[in-house]
């Protein structure tokens, strides 16, 4: 059995029991380290070393253990995030779309002195109201509604600089417009407190819009006109599997 920690420094009681609530949902501990790091995330707004400690203490793992995982991923972040997090994609068809032109337009407003802001930077004090981290991402898995950004992963489509810029002011003055698809916007702390799969009360959340008109259109068109797909065999024949050596 996994000896877990008790609650020490930042971490305190609230979060080692959702912590071990985590725990309980896998059948091995260690299945629990993803969303774990989203909670740790969600009390300092990044996974610190004191973060890392936190998941290795309550999952019986090495620091080594969970820095290999929190490196991994870009979604943990190693440095302090704004109180939101804006990830502009620039991948192939949304760059093509005007997606570098709006992670530009974003960097040169959200820089100061001159300096455009850099990946992963954060313009104002990180988690303070208005405080932005600004990030370049690959592909968000939106092309028919490209270009688009996100904003603590929640989607704004459609884009162009002077919209991206319009929201991008809105948040530094403290209002949080809706997101063209998904839940209502919050900030990075309480979006990381969902990943980890705690909700607390914004259960609804599950029912904002999550399909476009444009994602679904084909499949309107094909409804409408009566088109459907081949069924498959009942005694379908597949390729024999290699050989395992």
Known sequence: MTQTQEPTGVFGEDTV???????????????ALLPMLHLVQSVEGYVSQAGIAFCAGQLGLTNAEVSAVATFYTMYKRRPCGEHLVSVCTNTL???????????????????????????????????PGSITLEHAECLAACDLGPVLQVNYEFYDNQTPAKALELVESLQAGVKPDPTRGAPLTDFRQAELQLAGFFEGREADLDGPSAAPETVRGAALAADRGWTAPAMPENAEFPALPEKK
Do not use: F, M, N
């Open 17 to 31: 029991a959702r912590a071990r609530e985590l725990v309980a949902r896998y059948p091995q501990s260690r299945s």
């Open 94 to 128: 949304c760059a093509a779309l005007g997606g570098d032109a709006i992670y530009a337009k974003l960097r040169e407003h959200l820089g100061s002195d001159g300096r455009p802001l850099g990946h992963e930077e954060t313009s104002g004090e990180p988690g303070a």
